[in-house]
Every structure is written in C-alpha cells, then in structure tokens.
C-alpha cells in the first residue's frame, strides 16, 4: 500500500494530467461515474505502461520543459480532437496537430505511443466500434511515421497528403461497411482537412519553439545558416572560430549519423558551441595571426580569459532564446577537462597551483550529441596542429585524441558506449582524411571567403533595411 502511496505522490502530475485528458473528452457527456471511474484507471494503467516509460530518457531527465511541452500537446489533442469529431467527423483526422507536433519536436516512438493511448482512450470514451477504433490507430500511427520522415515544412503537406488519401480509403469502407450514401461534402473535407491541419502545424511549431526552446530539426536546421545573427557576428569577430566551428560541424554531423544519434543536432549545435569567442576573439589561438596575448600574461589569467568563452556563450544563447540543448552543449563540450597548455606553462614558471585551477567548470556530457562534440572539438584541434598528414597518422591522432578523453572519464554521463567511440573514431578519420586531401592547414583565403559572405549577407540587410526606410520616406 505504501508503495502504490508513493508511487502515487511521485508521479501527481502524470495522473493529474490524465485526468484532465479524460475531462477534457467527457465533458459535457460527464454522467455516470462509476463508467468515468473505470474509464480513468483503464487510461491511467496505459499511460503509465507505454508513454511514462519514454519520458524517463534524455532529454526528458535534462529539462522539465519536456515535460510541460509534452503533457500541453497531448492534453491540447484530447481538447482539439473532441471538437473535430463533434464539429466535421470523425474521419477528419483528429490527431493530425498534436501527433505531428510530438513527433517534430520529440522522436518517432513517444509519438506512436501516444497514438495508441489516443486511439484506446478516444474510443472508450465515445464508444467507438471497431472500424473507427482501427481508424484512428492506424491514421494516428501513420501520422507519426510519415512525421518521422519530416526534414522540411514542405514534408509536412507531403504527410498530410498521404494521410488524407488513407482517410478517404478508411471512409469508403465505412461507406461500403454501413451501406449509406456517400457524401460529397464530407469527402472533400475528409481530403482536404489534413492539409489544413498542416498549415496550423507548421504555422504554431516556430511559436511553440521560441516559448519552450524546445527545437524541431526542421528548425535546428534554419538555424545553422549565415542569416543567423549570432553565427553572423562569429564569422566577423571570429572567422577562425567560425571555420573551426565548421569543422567541428561536419565532424559531429558525421559521427552521429554513423551512431544513429540526431546528426542535425549535432551539427547545429557544433555551430554555436564556441559563439562566446565573439565576445574577446583575439585570445583564442585559431584567431591569433600575428603576436600572441598571452605571451604577457598570466597562466591563471590566461586560463580565466579562456574559459569565460563558456560563460559568455551561455549569456548570448540565452539571450538569443536558443534551443536548451545547445545551450547545454556549449559548457559541456569543454565538461571538466584541464586546460592542459596554461597548467603546464604555469608548472614551468615555478608555480604550486594544482591542476584544478585550470578546469572548466563542467558539467561533463550529458547527452550523445554533446559527448560528440567535446570529441570533434579536441580532435579538430589537433588535427589543425599535425604536420604531413597521412591516413596512418590521421588515425592514431583521432584515436589517442578519443582515448585520452574517455581516460579522462568525461564522458561517462553522455550515454556513449565503447562500440560508439569506435565507431566515431573510424568516422573522424574518414572526414579528416577527406578534410586533409584538400588542405593542410587552415587556409586564409577559406577564411576571408568566409568574412566576404558575412559582409555581403550583412550589406544585403542593410541595403534592405536603407530601402525600406526610403519606402517609408517616399509615402
Ligand atoms: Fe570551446
Ligand atoms: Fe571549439
């Protein structure tokens, strides 16, 4: 009993919020309890067998907002779905917004149980025979997995389409089922519902973004171009740290394909992992062309200066309501690790401090994506400083480069198995080598390529912004 008490108190949101969903369908039909009562168990016991066990997993065990995004999505489809049954029929996909939603901005499995709970729960309640029972399943699961496939908005249509031709399959049936005159309306609205509700879905998903910081890799991707201000103010202040960052972006992009781990993220997310270095870019050795400042200064104030890049990227991420997960790469993929080249230069002047004064505050990865890009950032760095580059070379470099990392056990919070470093290893290489074929060393003129496209995209704004300021003039 106790343990039905606790595991009650633990979990009051989840029960809670099932309640709320059983309302929010029942309502105003709320008139025998004991049916409602039966109702609700059966509907908790589902929750609690297949949906809770995706929320205990990453990112939901980072970020609470997880779970406020997902428990609105689904309350908000119980909401949404009863007034489109009621208001057009139920062949009119009711769960097209939210299941899209889920899987946009969650993965492809917490969206397909949620569309068994809906389909179970939504048939309980209205008392559904099997076909519309089966109906809603199989267009809620079909929703999730053509939703899977989604990289642009454009794709979005694409699933509302095929969704919509599956309804009107499913509504001649019932037509043929139930011998009743077809209607012309309601097939017209049955195939061209969907399309509708893709439209509102890509039209709320930026809205829904910005207020949870919760991204889709739709827009993780629109994220990741030069238009964005904050990788625009890199590659001006700091255009080595933004061609380092590029790099870092197809090592991690290529290693988290290679694990099955979402490369979009990774490669964004790589991308703004050093936006802090815009803040002093001249101390950053791939920004240090002529004489280096910390000749002059201090080990300890040079490690302090370098290690407020984390601090200040947080600040601009922040600011720039970025996605939470990237906010989170940027101090992970430094974790806890020593900054090895001011320590020892402080050893060589004679200096007791301990190795501690020169760690980055952490934390260490917590997540695949970010595990990759504390690897791809060391390995990046190393490989800039290798003289005569060969394959054989490349890999024992990525290899001690990974060892020494996974020695240092800083990525034991990251969820990365032996079998991943392997494979990211074998995955690094292959870059590298490609990488290493073209160029040796960074070459300066990738580097002003990189300035004179910022310079232009920034003219172009400007000249916009000078026009239509001489619009306004002109009135
Ligand atoms: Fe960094
Ligand atoms: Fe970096």
């Known amino acids: 009993m106790k343990k039905i008490i606790d595991f009650i108190r633990q979990n009051l949101i989840d029960f809670a919020v099932v309640l709320a969903g059983f309302f929010l369908l029942k309502i105003p039909y709320l008139s025998n309890i004991s049916l409602f009562l039966n109702g609700y168990v059966v509907a908790s016991l589902i929750w609690f067998a297949l949906i809770r066990p995706k929320m205990d997993k990453r990112p939901f065990n980072l970020h609470r907002s997880y779970f406020y995004l997902f428990y609105s999505i689904t309350l908000f489809g119980f909401f949404l779905a009863k007034i489109i049954v009621r208001e057009i029929g139920l062949y009119a996909s009711p769960f097209f917004i939210p299941i899209t939603l889920l899987v946009l901005l969650f993965d492809v499995e917490i969206a397909i149980v949620t569309s068994i709970f809906f ?57 043929e089922l139930h011998r009743v005159d077809i209607n012309l309306m309601e097939s017209l609205v049955i195939l061209f519902i969907p399309i509708v509700f893709s439209i509102v879905s ?126 989170d790469v940027i101090p992970q993929h430094h974790g806890t690790r020593v900054q090895k080249y001011f320590y020892h230069k402080s050893k060589d002047m004679g200096e007791e401090l301990s190795e501690n004064e020169f760690r980055y505050s952490g934390p260490k990865p917590q997540f695949k994506e970010a595990g990759i890009i504390m690897l791809a950032d060391a390995v990046e760095a190393a490989a800039r400083s ?54 040796i060393e960074y070459p300066k003129e990738e580097i002003k390529k990189v300035i004179n496209l910022a310079e232009d995209s920034l003219g172009q704004q400007n000249e916009n912004e000078d026009r239509s300021k001489k619009d306004q003039a002109s009135y």
């Open 202 to 327: 890509i039209g709320v998903l930026p809205f829904i973004e910005y207020a949870s910081m919760i991204y889709s890799n739709v827009d993780l991707m629109e994220l990741s171009n030069l238009n964005n201000s904050l990788l625009k103010l890199l590659s001006l202040r700091a255009p080595g740290t933004y061609y380092h960052s590029s790099m870092v972006a197809n090592l991690a992009e290529a290693a988290a394909q290679r694990i099955g781990a979402n490369a979009i993220l990774a490669r964004t997310a790589a991308y703004f992992h050093d936006i802090g270095k815009s803040k002093r870019p001249y101390f950053y050795t791939e920004n240090i062309y002529e004489k280096n400042p910390h000749d002059e200064l201090n080990p300890k104030l040079s490690h302090l200066i370098i290690q407020d890049h984390v601090k200040s990227g947080i600040e601009m991420a922040k600011r720039n309501r970025l996605p939470l997960l990237i906010q």
């Open 386 to 439: 290798m003289k005569n580059p060969t394959a054989g070379r490349i890999k024992t470099m990525v290899e001690e480069v990974i060892s020494g990392i996974y020695n240092e056990r800083e990525l034991d919070e990251s969820g990365l198995t032996l079998k991943d470093l392997e494979a990211i290893a074998e995955e690094f290489t292959k870059v590298l080598f490609s990488m290493f074929r073209s160029r």
């Open 119 to 175: 389909a179970i729960i939504f048939s309980l309640v209205f008392n559904l025979d099997a076909l519309g029972f089966a109906f809603i399943l199989t267009n809620s699961l079909l929703t999730a997995l053509l939703g899977s496939r989604i990289q642009k908005r454009m794709h979005v249509a694409r699933s509302a389409l095929f969704v919509a031709l599956f309804s009107m399959i499913f509504y001649l049936f019932h037509i």
